[in-house]
């Protein structure tokens, strides 16, 4: 009876460290993802995404068309990069693609390509969680950085990869002050040479808005499930080192 009148309480011990733990983190994530958005809490939690910076008036349209890429278009367009920042969200989280991902980082560095990964600070469902994700799977810390450390160097990058991500991609938050995401930060990766969207679909993401960045005449559409997509990228690409 003694032992386990202790380990009762060594439970209910651990169990309430862990809260206050959560409770610090759920603290701090609401931080991060308050001043990653340009949202105050009241905001976030009472609904309508618009930040401070949005305009009164009609959003821009979307013109273009989008284009689709087959997965030997990918990895032709890695292959013959220099550098290449992959871009991972909610979808790569959700289909559970951060091994294939690894492996395709860890054989284009051994092959001369310089790959590393941009995370937005609230990219998936809570702050870090592609950190994570990335780290469980092996991807080298040196090469995943945070959106402020790289997001000057997609003028200079040959390939920017998105796997799954969405609105923290949208130029409208940048070029559209009318849109409900407008000053929003996000990752520039229009900029790059070229763009390449690994997703389901040209659907709109959480904000519910259409992304200009799908139809822009450097952007190429990747459309799958991220995880079949990546394993044939993936298998692609050991064909062509002969791995």
């Known amino acids: ?25 759920t603290e701090d994530g609401w931080n991060v993802y308050n001043q990653a958005m340009n949202r105050s809490l009241p905001n976030v939690i009472l609904g309508g995404f618009g930040t401070s910076s949005t305009g009164g008036g009609k959003p821009m ?10 997965t030997d278009g990918v990895a032709s367009a890695l292959v013959n990069a220099k ?16 091994y294939p991902v ?23 469902r809570m702050p ?3 950190n994570v994700l990335l780290a469980e799977a092996g991807v080298p810390y040196d090469i995943v950085q945070e959106m402020d450390e790289l997001n000057d160097d997609f003028p200079d990058t040959d390939v920017s990869l998105v796997i799954g991500a969405n609105d923290t991609v949208n130029s409208a938050a940048e070029d ?5 995401i407008a000053g929003m930060p996000v990752l520039r990766v229009w900029k790059s040479g070229h763009t390449i969207v690994m997703k389901r679909s040209l659907g709109v993401g959480y904000a ?6 799908f139809f822009k005449p450097n952007t190429s559409m990747y459309l799958g499930d991220a995880k079949k997509q990546c394993d044939a990228l993936l298998e692609a690409l050991k064909r062509h080192y002969n791995a």
Request: aromatic letters at 10%; glycine letters at 8%.
């Open 61 to 70: 349209a979307i013109e273009g068309t989008a284009t689709e890429i087959d």
């Open 176 to 180: 559209d002050p009318n849109s409900i």
């Open 83 to 98: 550098n290449v920042i992959v871009v991972p969200g909610y979808g790569l989280c959700a289909a559970r693609a951060q």
């Open 102 to 124: 690894a492996e395709i980082a860890k054989l284009l560095n051994e092959n001369g390509v310089k790959m590393r990964f941009g995370i937005h600070p609230v990219a998936g």
């Open 128 to 130: 870090g969680q592609l």
């Open 208 to 213: 519910a808005v259409d992304n200009p960045v």
């Open 1 to 25: 009876p003694v032992l386990l009148y202790v380990q009762n309480w060594s439970f209910k011990l651990s169990y309430y460290n862990e809260y206050k733990s959560y409770l610090r983190m």
